[in-house]
Nanobody, 126 residues
């Protein structure tokens, strides 16, 4: 059984920073490609950032250099550093993972995601 354990998020003013963490819990030694999707009210879910097992990252077009995803060094544990946050970044951020597909595919294709976290709220006020 594989579970994604998320932490971080919260509320911040426009221009501020937040970070999210996600780790895989469960009986697995397999390396996973991991990342985040987000969903705002009345909007479709969109890919934020994903990272391959070799550290290669993929970002959504809206990120524009503001976010950084990285592996912490602990097995199947990633962090998303979000800077220069904007009100339009508000939403529920879902950690996601899959052992098979590359980051460039997963960020565009949520149907390929094997495992999802419970989601964490990020609120950016103007």
């Amino acid at each position: 059984q594989v579970t994604l354990v998320e932490s971080g998020g919260g509320s911040v003013q426009s221009g501020g920073s937040l970070n999210l963490s996600c780790k895989i819990s469960g009986d697995t030694d397999e390396p996973y490609i991991m990342g985040w999707f987000r969903q705002a009210p009345a909007k479709e879910r969109e890919g934020v950032a994903f990272i391959d097992t070799d550290g290669t990252a993929a970002y959504g077009d809206f990120v524009k250099g503001r976010f950084t995803i990285f592996r912490t060094g602990a097995p199947n544990t990633v962090r998303l550093q979000m800077d220069s946050l904007k009100p339009e970044d508000t939403g529920v951020y879902y950690c996601a993972a899959d052992p098979h597909f590359k980051a460039q595919l997963l960020i565009r294709t949520p149907s390929r995601i094997g495992f999802w976290g419970q989601g964490t709220q990020v609120t950016v006020s103007s």
